[in-house]
C-alpha cells in the first residue's frame, strides 16, 4: 500500500489507473481510523479497482474554537488498519499541500441545507467540507466515494454539490456503525472522560424509543422531539445541542412524519459534542 503526502506524485497512479480503465473508490476521512471508516474501506474495495483513502484533518471546518488542534492524529496505526481492510492507497496530504497559499481564495457553498442542524452552531463548517470534498474529488477523480450516514447532513450536502455542480461520480452512503452499546463510533469518542463515555449511549437509546414511538403510529414531530428531549433531559451530563425532525432531503422542519424524515441531534458531553440519527420510512 503506497503512502502519498502531495499531489505531483499522487497524480500519475490516477492517471495510469485511468487509463488502464480502472475504476477509482475514494474514502475521505480526518483519520484515526475505527470500524465504521472501515466499512467505507471494505465497500469501496468490493466495488472499485483502486481503492484511495485520504486522510486530511481540515482546517478548514473546525471554527475557531474547536478541536482543530488537539483532533487525534496517528498516521501508523491508520495505515495498519487500513491495509487490512484491502486500501491500495492512502493520500495524507499536509495543510499546504491543499491550500497552498495565505491567499487562498476558491470555496464551495451549498446554501439553505447547511444552514440548520450542525450548520446553527458550526457557521462555517459544511463550507470547509464541500470545498475540501471538491478538492479530493478533482484531485482524485474517482468514479465513485463512500460516506457514513452518521455524518446525515454532511451526506445531504455533498450529494447536492455533485448534483448542483455536475460532478460525474457517485456518491454511496453506507449504515452508521455503532459500539456494542450502542454508541456511534467516532474519532471524537477519545475525547470522553470514563463517566461520560457511560452516558453517551443516551443518545441512540433516545433514537431507539422515539423509532419504537413512531412504529406504534406517531407521527406528531413535535412529541418526538418531546420525547428525545426528556430522555436526554434525564442524563445530567448530556447538555442538548439540537434536536430535529427534518425531511431527509431538503433539511427542513416538518410538522408530521411522513415518507423519508431524519431525526437528528447533537448534544455535548463536557467539551465533546457528539452527533447521532435515525432515518425513519414512516
Ligand atoms: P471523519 O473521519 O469523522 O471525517 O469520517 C470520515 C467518513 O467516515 C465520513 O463519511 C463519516 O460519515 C464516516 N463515519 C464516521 N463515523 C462513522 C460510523 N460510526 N459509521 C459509519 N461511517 C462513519
Known amino acids: 500500500m503506497d503512502i502519498i503526502h502531495d499531489i505531483p506524485t499522487l497524480r500519475p497512479h490516477i492517471k495510469k489507473a485511468r487509463q488502464a ?3 477509482i473508490g ?3 476521512t ?7 471508516h472501515l466499512s467505507l474501506l471494505r ?9 484511495i483513502l485520504s486522510i486530511f484533518v481540515n482546517p478548514l471546518q473546525f471554527g475557531a474554537s474547536e478541536d482543530y488542534e488537539k483532533y487525534p492524529r496517528d498516521l501508523d496505526s491508520d495505515a495498519k488498519m487500513a491495509a487490512s481492510a484491502g486500501c491500495d492507497l492512502i493520500f495524507a496530504p499536509p495543510v499546504r499541500e491543499m491550500y497552498p497559499t495565505k491567499s ?15 450548520g446553527a452552531s458550526r457557521p462555517d463548517h459544511f463550507r470547509g467540507v464541500t ?15 463512500y460516506f457514513g450516514q452518521k455524518d446525515a447532513q454532511q451526506v445531504q450536502v455533498l450529494i447536492r454539490m455533485v448534483n448542483d455542480l455536475n460532478m460525474d461520480l457517485e456518491i454511496i452512503v453506507l449504515p452508521i456503525v455503532r459500539e456494542a452499546d450502542g454508541l456511534a463510533m467516532s474519532s471524537r469518542n477519545t475525547y470522553l472522560s470514563p463517566g461520560e463515555r457511560q ?4 443518545l441512540y437509546r433516545s433514537l431507539q424509543a422515539a423509532e419504537e414511538k413512531i412504529k406504534n403510529g406517531e407521527r406528531d414531530a413535535v412529541k418526538i422531539r418531546e420525547l428525545i428531549f426528556n430522555i436526554l ?15 431527509a432531503e431538503e433539511l427542513c422542519d416538518v410538522q408530521e412524519i411522513r415518507n423519508r424524515t431524519l431525526i437528528a441531534l447533537a448534544v455535548r458531553f463536557g467539551k465533546t459534542r457528539l452527533i447521532d440519527n435515525l432515518m425513519v420510512e414512516a
Not at 43 to 51: F, G, I, K, S, V
Not at 199 to 202: H, V
Open 43 to 51: 465497500r469501496a474495495r468490493a466495488e472499485n479497482d483502486l481503492t
Open 131 to 145: 470545498t475540501v470534498v471538491a478538492k479530493l474529488f478533482n484531485i482524485v477523480t474517482p468514479n465513485r466515494s
Open 21 to 23: 480503465g480502472r475504476t
Open 233 to 247: 433531559s434525564s442524563e445530567p451530563l448530556a447538555d442538548i445541542d439540537y434536536i430535529a425532525v427534518v425531511d
Open 104 to 118: 487562498y481564495t476558491t470555496f464551495v457553498d451549498v446554501k439553505r441545507l447547511t444552514t440548520g442542524l450542525c
Open 30 to 36: 480526518m483519520g484515526f481510523l475505527h470500524e465504521g
Open 199 to 202: 452516558a453517551a449511549p443516551i
Open 26 to 28: 475514494l474514502v475521505p
